[in-house]
């Protein structure tokens, strides 16, 4: 079942996390990506936290690789 983050636009969860891995890095240029614009802008911090959760867990990698002997 698709989980939607972006009710107005209708962008789904799977579809925003496939932008970020791409490296978008902002919640206007996500919805640019998809040529959307904010609406109502419900679905802002939902996407900033998946930046967010993404950002961590990528520096989270580079860590263990470093660490690593």
């Known amino acids: 079942m698709e989980m939607y983050i972006c009710n107005c636009n209708g962008v789904c969860e799977k579809e ?3 932008v970020i891995n791409n490296g978008v890095k902002t919640w206007e240029q996500i919805l640019a990506h998809f040529d959307y614009v ?4 419900r679905c802002e911090d939902d ?3 998946m930046i967010d959760d993404h950002s ?3 520096n989270s990698v580079a ?3 470093i660490a690593v002997p």
């Open 56 to 58: 961590l867990a990528s």
């Open 47 to 49: 996407i900033n936290c």
């Open 38 to 41: 904010p609406c109502c802008g």
């Open 63 to 65: 860590l263990e690789k």
């Open 16 to 18: 925003i996390q496939k």
